[in-house]
């Protein structure tokens, strides 16, 4: 049988599902970034990871990170594997 919430006669908050609206962490640099999960359903470009150099290939789920003092021009695209390693190794490619 379904569960029911009780009523509270107020209207639920509006929530981002997930972390559609980004999220902050520290990133490599001692910068602070915004950070948002692309699943792999909307992954419909191949990328390149700047903490492996690999690509990321069309419909495998990954990291999007940006400088908070950036903008979102400056987003990398990261496999979320290296985006959980990125204070152990340092960055493996320079992008301009």
Known sequence: MPRRRPRSGRPPASRPI???????????GDETYIVRTVPGARAVKTYRCP?????IAVGVAHIVAWAAEG?????????????NGRRTRGITRRWS
């Open 51 to 55: 903490g492996c150099d690999h690509e």
């Open 71 to 83: 903008g979102e021009d400056d987003r990398r695209h990261w496999h979320q594997g290296c985006w």
């Open 18 to 28: 997930g972390d559609v609206y980004g999220r902050t962490e520290d990133g490599p």
